[in-house]
Structure formats: C-alpha cells, structure tokens
C-alpha cells in the first residue's frame, strides 16, 4: 500500500510562539489530536522532522523529539528507511467526536460519555462555615497556640534532617509519641496504658471509622446517643452500620432504653465526660450498666473523650475506660481540642487483642500520620508543655464559658441550659418557639456561628436552641455575639409571623 | 436503717508518700475499689472528712476534695446533716471479681470479660522493615530531601502565626495547595484541570480506598492488574470489594482477559505509565479498549501514577487521564515519590461531578489533611521548588538506575527484566528456580531489602524474583547490595536443597 502523504491537513498546524505550551508540545498536541480525531489516517506517512522543522521554522531537535515522542506514545510507528507512518492501532470508533480538547493549560470539557447509573448512598455532610467566628462550637482557643514552642520544635526537627522521619512509618504512629501520650494520660485522665496500646489517628473522626470497621459488619447497629455528635453519624453511617438513636438524659446515654430500642446492636459511640451537645455527666450507674451490656451482647463502647481534660471545678471524672475489665471500651482522644483541630491528630487506647486489627485497617485507610507533625508533638509533650498550655487554657476558658452565661443571663430569647462546668461550649435553649435552623443561617450572615441544636438530632428535634463554643471567643466579644444571635432570632420570628399571617389570610 | 460504720476496714488504706500517685487520687482510688469490689456496701457511712484526715495524717483540705470527687463520680452520696454514705446505685454483680486493679501508672490486667464473637475478616498486611534499607522498593533519595527548603518555608508559616490554618480546613484540602498542584500538572504531566477537580489525599493508599467507597458497593468487582500493587489490593479489598486479578503483559493490563474474567466489574485500579511492578508503558490501543469498556460497562478506572515524573529517556507520556473523554477516569499522584512517604501527601484528579461525592467521604474519614504541611507544600510548589527538586533527582535517579543494571549484569543468579527507563525501580528475576519470599528474609537479616516478586501476585506467582529500588539507594551502595542479595540466593538455595535430599533419603 502506497503511503498518502499528508501535506493538506498539515498546514493547518498553527504554532503560537511564547505561549503557555512549548513548541514541542503543540506539535505533539497537534498530531495526537489529528490521530484520534480521524484527520491523519492509520497508515499515512507523516512529513520528515526535517520538512516539519523547515515548513515551520522550528529547530530539527523539537520536531525530531515531538516525533519521538508521538512514536512513544503509539500515534506513529517508524518503518526502518521508509520513515514515520500513522499506527493503526487507533480504531475508527475511538476517534473523538467533540472539537479540539483544551491545551494543557485549560480544563478539559464535560464529560461527553453515557450517563451514569445512581452512585451508592452517602452520608449528607452538616454545613460548616469555612472560617473561625464567635460562638463557633469544637473550636479552642486558637489565639493561643503555642506557635512559639511549635516553631522551635519543628526548626530543631528540620535543622536536625532527620532521614528516619521520611520513610513509611509505624502505622499505630510515632513510638515516641505514642509513650508521650502514654504518660500523659496517667495524670491527666487517670488512664493506665502502656504505648502499645495507642494508635495515632488523623482526629476522632478517623478514630470513630477505623475503630466501626474494625469491629463491626456492614449491616450490623450501633447506639448512638440522641441529641449526639452529627460527625459521629457520618463516620458510623459511612461504614455501612445502621444507626439506633437512643435518648441521653441528666445521667447520659439511657441505657435501658437502647436495650429496648435496638436490643441486637453490636457498638455504642458515647461521650460520658461531657455529653455532646447537652453537657451531661454519664452517671456511674449507668457507665456499669453500660459496661455490663457491651460485656453480654459481645459488643463495643467508644468513649469519645473529646473535651475531658477540661473540667472547671472540681477534678476531672475518670474515664468510663477505667471502669472495663472485660476490655470493650476503645478510648478517643484528640488534639483538635487541647490544641487545633488543623492539626488533624487524635488517639485511641484499644484493648491489646485489638490493636493488630487497628493498625492493619490504618494501613489501608492511609498506611500512618504523617511523622513529622507527630515528632513535633511527642517533644511538645514530653517537655511538659502540652500540660502547661491545658493549665493555661482551662482558666481562660473558665473565664469565657462566664462571660458566656452571662451574656445568655441577659438575652430574654435564649435560656443556657444547665450543665455540668466543663467542656467548650453551652447549649442555649430557645425561650419560645422558633426556627434554629433559620436563626443560625440568619446569625451567620452577622458572623455569628450559633450551630443549631436540631441538627444533633438524628431524629425529630426534642429542642431547639443552639450549641455555642465559648473557647475560640474572647470574653469582651461575647457578650456582642450573644446581642447578634438575640438579633437574628427576632428577625426571623418576625417574618416568620408575617408569612403565617400572610397564610391563615390567603385561605 | 442505722448506717454501718466502716472503720475497721478503713485501716487498710495505706499512703503512699512521695510515690506517682497523690494523696488525694490514692484516697479515691481506695474507695472507688473497695465500693466495686463489694468491701463498702451500699448504704454504709464513711468516716468524716475530720476524721479521715487525721487518721491518716493528710490536710483537710486533701480529704474533702478526695471525698468531693467520689460524689460527682457517683460512689458516695451526701445524706444532708448525717454525712458521706456508699452509695446504693452500684448492683452486687458488678462488683469486680478480679485483684486490685493497677494504678494508673501501670497497665491494667489483661480482659476478663466473656470470650468475644469472630470478627469481622481483615486484610493481610504485607510485612515491611521499619528502617530504609539499600534496595527498598518505593523509597526516593531521602537523603536529598529538600531541609532547607522546607524549614525555610515552615519557619515563615509559624513566625506568620496564622490562625486560619488551626481551624477545620476544607474537605478538599488546602485552596492555595490545589491550584498549586492544577497548575503544576499541567506542564509536569500535561493534565488540564482546574483546582476545584483536585482532592488533597493522605497518600495514593487514602486516594484509592476513598475512590473505591465512592463509587463501587460492597460486593462489587475490581479488575487488579496481576502481578499488582499489594497495598492497592489491601485498600480494594477492605473497602468490601471482590478482586479480579488481570494479567499483564509487554502492553500492561490485558483488557480483553479483564471482559473475560470478570465482564461485571465496575473498577480497574492500573498503572498505565510504569506499571507496578513489572514496569510496562500501557500501549495506546490497550488504553482505548480501556476507557470503552469504563464507558460501555458504567465502570471506574484509577490511574495510578505514583511515579508517572521519572522517566530517564524521551519525555513522559501522557497520562491516561488526558485521553478520557466520558469522565471515567480518576488520576492519583502522589508526594511520596517525588518527596517523601513520611509526609503522607498526595492527590486526586476527579471529574467535576464526582468531587462532592468524595469530599463528604473525605469528611466522614478524617474531615481534612494537617493544615500546616499543606500550606507548606503549597509554597514549595509554587515558587518552584519542586520542579528543581524533579530535574535533580531525574538526573540522579538515572545513575543509580544504570549502577543497578551494571551491578545486576555481574549477578549470575539474577536476570534484570526489560522495562522502559523509567520510575524507582527495577524487577530482577531468579535466574534458576528459589523461593523469593525465602531468600528475601535472609537477605533482610543482612540488611538488604530485597521484596520478593512472588508477593506482588494476587495468585499463584508466575514468575519469580525481586522488585528493587534504586531511587534511594547510592550508587557506591548498589553492588555491594546486590552482592549481599546474591549471598542470600545461594545461602537459601543450598540448605533448601540439602533438606530435600535429607527428606527424600529418610523415605
């Protein structure tokens, strides 16, 4: 077969000099385009790189390695003495039927395929306002971050060029900062462990999945507590766990009522320190009672021991970990808290016959924590600075959470809800009816971040009111804050008034 | 009912003074104990706080926050004007059967709860040394990584002390660090795409289990290319997947063998630039029959390019990706490679209309990468370092690729496979017959890190040998290494071979 010379189609290569793409690249780009697109038939030969260099003024080299190149990648093949021929390996049905693709440079378009059949269920993610505001719940003091002792830890670190810190690390984490954290839990929350049974995680949230795909099967239930932590629901939810909520009262997680409710269920997410949201303390009966479940029904508790280290009379209660001694509690603890949740570093304390399994579903999820923010903070706490910064941090918070009940004590439409001191938020109660939804998208247009209590329901809301950290705010901006939430919330009963009457009117 | 006093129990509280435990938590691990283990009954009266203290010599003071704290905690209850009694909310089968538990500095006992149910099936972990050593597979030059640079950068990061980098960040990542990357793609691989396509992952390894659950249900069928990427499996598999080992050949994976092995799949994890680990250039042709049958069969396909940079002769190719035209492709690139494992960086490309989808699992997994390093990274991208970083290592990875394929020519037991210069390593077949897996713990006991070929299959190994790194190996280190992996050969090969003729004789 003759070869056909492709001279026509050829002059309608435009090179763009000094643009983004380099001159070789829009050479190849030209011809892989031409290929695919049916323009250059399998079995043309194309021009010789010196009558490609000459007709376009570009040097032998870039056309003599765009032909390599595009004989790489299979558009050409090279017959020894004949020259450069378009392969024949394109089938015809493969050549593209949109224009021209975008150049590197710019996006390619929209996707011309076949439509798609429905993707599998996902968890809906709450809105989250993508900046620190007043009243922010989860967020600790940021302003006081010991970026001072950060920083020099981290320059000794980089100074030192630590080869060691680079490779593929122990997926339960840093050796040294899992016995940094050992020590560490012994006075500050009572928990005897040994480093062996610490795993680091990238912040509860990773802690919560690994810990329900560790021990639980797509299908089987879990107690999760009613009102509760909405990220929680997501972690277990996403593993494929059906999600029983059971009602937490002024004693924590109704125990009884979960046997009632989901009798079968193989996990319980539980945060008996601090409830989240309500703030109440789990009573020490129903921590046995509790205990005494898991123990029968072969099942697990997590203790998500989120904001424990903060407890502002008093001493901080002991874990519910301390209580097991049939090893089915999995502790949770986190550095979002006691230091930034931009970190992304939490722990568990696990049962040692859990630990293997722990750590083989880390390497799956993402093999270990990154090492060198972990050696930062195993220094960060080993020189005793972690428990200097809670020491610190539990005045001022003490301080804020009172400017907070006071500013609460002063706004007629919110009533604080009484808690145990302890913690970084409050929960607020609406003194009427009313839309918490509708009020925090509302406050939040007036910077304000009031996270609405309905949405910790997994059901129908018993409440509404909302969740209010008080540790990421200072004490002169709080008072302002809780003025702007009381704003919003008669702003939005207000109109709300109107359209009803607007309704019942219209009928 | 006349409270009991307990006095004469009382006397076997004995302080420990100067010991790790304080006064006060020493009282209250006492009672706490002595109430669980059934020696204080419900009901009983305990000494006064006044009598306490003097009895045991402690201050008031101690004795009353001791007493203060087994209230909250739920052990005692004051009875108004009559004093401190145990309380009656702790039922007799609880009480614990076991000796005196640990103080909090020592661990606790191993469980005595009931034996526990199967759990749920795990993946098996391939073993990996905890040290860098010569010849490991997937390790770059850590030696060259970039310190100053990077310290330079983080230093700049904590002087800024910027808060907005503490709190939670974007699901996605980092914004400054996905346009960093968008427009890094672009002339490093010729991939057109804007940030918002681009998700900041913990790692090729997070990048693949996120796009699994994304995408595919449990139960479903992934196409693994055979011999594959073991960890790649581990991540397949643990999200509920069934796998469908492909063989590859000089052309990379077999599509045609994947329709007919398993014609319902609905994923193909490849590594279409350099496949891992045998190191074939997917061909051209072998690249449209995969994105037909993505778009005929309503499947996925992951691009693996974990080291799509390195390529020593000619240009590298162009990824898959930018051939896709019904959006079926998702591209991951990793940090690992071109930088360290340590960091645990790495990102996906994703049609537009898949990224919420991942963004929400990427929430319910661990809701964001480290802030700090991201916003590190960002600015090493974008001033160019790593691009620098690139061209050196190229050049350098070049050499060390030749001084193993020297150092592999002078090694009679081993036969380098043909595979295009390219990538971080290379595959060396058994020249006779051996038990790779054998010979490589051995050669590991001389601190080489040889991994054995055979782990690379799903199935039974079709071929025997090693996959050895060369990146991050010196090229005054690579013949003794290969010498070393020699030794092992033949220190395997020769007891393996006395053991048959002592079992056969013993017939």
């Given at each position: 077969m003759p070869a056909r010379l492709i001279s026509p189609l050829w002059n309608s290569l435009a090179l763009e000099r000094g643009g983004a793409a380099s001159l070789q690249d829009q050479i190849v780009g030209y011809f892989r385009d031409a290929v695919l697109r049916g323009r250059l038939k399998a079995g043309a030969r194309v021009p010789s790189s010196r009558a490609l260099a000459a007709e376009h003024e570009v040097s032998r080299i870039t056309a003599v390695q765009a032909y390599d190149r595009l004989v790489a990648e299979g558009y050409l093949v090279a017959r020894p003495g004949a020259g450069l021929f378009v392969a024949d390996?394109?089938?015809?049905?493969?050549?593209?039927?949109?224009p021209a693709p975008a150049r590197p440079s710019r996006p390619r378009p929209a996707a011309a395929g076949r439509p798609r059949a429905a993707l599998p269920p996902l968890p809906a993610i709450p809105p989250r306002p993508s900046e620190v505001l007043p009243l922010s719940v989860g967020i600790p003091a940021l302003e006081q971050f010991p970026w001072a002792d950060w920083g020099r830890l981290s320059a000794r670190l980089h100074r030192a060029r630590a080869p060691e810190l680079l490779g593929y690390g122990d997926a339960r984490g840093e050796p040294a900062l899992r016995r940094a954290i050992a020590d560490y839990l012994g006075p500050a929350r009572g928990i005897a462990c040994s480093a062996d049974q610490i795993l680091v995680v990238a912040g509860a949230q990773q802690g919560i999945e690994l810990i329900a795909r560790a021990l639980t099967r797509p299908g089987d239930t879990a107690w999760i507590e009613e009102p509760g932590y909405p990220l929680g629901r997501v972690a277990l939810s996403a593993t494929g766990l059906a999600l029983a909520p059971v009602p937490v009262d002024a004693e924590g997680l109704d125990v009884a009522a979960g046997r009632r409710v989901a009798p079968g269920a193989r996990l319980a997410l539980v945060?008996?320190?601090?409830?989240?949201?309500?703030g109440a303390l789990m009573s020490l009966r129903r921590r046995l009672a509790l205990l005494e479940w898991a123990d029968a029904a072969d099942g697990w508790i997590i203790e998500d021991d989120y904001d424990g280290e903060y407890r502002y009379a008093g001493r901080p209660l002991a874990p519910l970990y301390t209580l097991d001694r049939a090893d089915r509690v999995l502790y949770l603890g986190t550095f979002s808290k006691v230091l930034a949740p931009g970190l992304r570093l939490g722990y568990l304390v696990a049962p040692r016959d859990l630990v293997e399994r722990l750590s083989a579903l880390k390497t799956a999820a993402d093999r270990h924590a990154p090492r060198l923010p972990q050696a930062v903070l195993a220094r960060f706490i080993a020189e005793g600075r972690l428990a200097a910064h809670l020491r610190r941090t539990r005045t001022l918070y003490a301080r804020r959470r009172l400017a907070l009940l006071d500013a609460l004590g002063r706004a007629a439409a919110l009533v604080a809800r009484e808690s145990p001191p302890a913690g970084l938020h409050l929960v607020a109660l609406l003194a009427g009816t009313g839309d918490d939804d509708a009020i925090s998208r509302r406050a939040l247009a007036d910077r304000v971040h009031a996270a609405p209590l309905s949405r910790f329901y997994a059901g129908a809301p018993q409440a509404r009111g909302f969740v209010l950290g008080?540790?990421?705010?200072?004490e002169t901006e709080m008072a302002p804050a809780v003025r702007r939430l009381a704003d919003a919330i008669a702003a939005v009963g207000a109109p709300r008034r109107a359209r009803a009457q607007r309704a019942s009117s219209a009928r």
């Open positions: 390996s394109v089938p015809d049905h493969h050549l593209l039927p949109d945060t008996p320190s601090h409830q989240y949201p309500l008080f540790a990421g705010t200072p």
